[in-house]
């Protein structure tokens, strides 16, 4: 084959083609992926959910999307086995911090996950753990909205409250508490209405 002459126009064509060869390689890989990449998820959120509510067979019936007093997203699953609820901190020690809590009818915590962080290993990350049952910081049983609470909610012993805070991980532990007083909060309001938050939420049955 003929070498084509190094020529600017050559060039432009050539860069052109292999562009749009590898938009197209692109865009297809994304196409075959996207489908598997979006089952991972709800797969992950149902287990998620599972996990909270200390069930294995919840079926998500509502789920109710609205904005906590910071504007950040908040998330209500109503299943036929209790309520769970997605929540965020954006001002984790490494940035966000979203968790997932579930909750009984009486509004105590049955459970938590936490779904995304980018908090120190061996430190921050220990919040998946450290407030589980029989953990040192242990939440669960606990209910934000008993009287005790109804100052600040759930606080770390050295802010005055009753959870002992992951060794070296204030910062982290704040913004989880922080996180899982979020849920309860959008929780009770929406026990409160009728599963309406008052934050003008959408609906998708």
């Known amino acids: 084959m003929k070498k ?8 432009l064509c050539v860069l052109t083609l292999i562009s749009v060869i590898a938009a197209g390689a692109l865009a297809y890989v994304n196409t075959i992926t ?24 919840a079926q998500v019936q509502n789920t109710t999307e609205a904005e906590d007093a910071n504007g950040n997203p908040v998330i209500l699953y ?11 901190d954006p001002n984790g020690f490494g940035g ?9 009818d009486a509004g105590a915590i049955k459970g938590y996950t936490v779904l995304e962080h980018a908090e120190t290993p061996g430190l921050g990350a220990k919040a998946n753990f450290w407030f589980q049952k029989g953990e040192k910081g242990d939440i669960i049983g606990k209910n934000p909205g008993d ?5 600040s909610g759930l606080t770390v012993s050295k802010d005055g409250g009753d959870v002992d805070a992951i060794t070296a991980s204030t910062i982290t532990s704040r913004a989880f508490l922080r996180a899982v007083n979020v849920a309860f909060h959008a929780y009770a309001g929406a026990s409160a209405t009728d599963g309406q938050t008052g934050a003008s939420p959408q609906i998708h049955n």
């Open 34 to 57: 996207q489908g598997p990449i979006e089952e991972n998820k709800a797969r992950t959120l149902t287990e998620g959910i599972n996990t909270v509510l200390g069930v294995s067979d």
């Open 4 to 11: 084509l002459p190094s020529t600017l126009p050559n060039m």
């Open 147 to 151: 009287a005790k609470y109804a100052n």
């Open 96 to 104: 966000k911090l979203k968790v997932l809590v579930g909750f009984d």
């Open 78 to 88: 109503a299943t036929d086995k209790g309520v769970a609820v997605q929540a965020i």
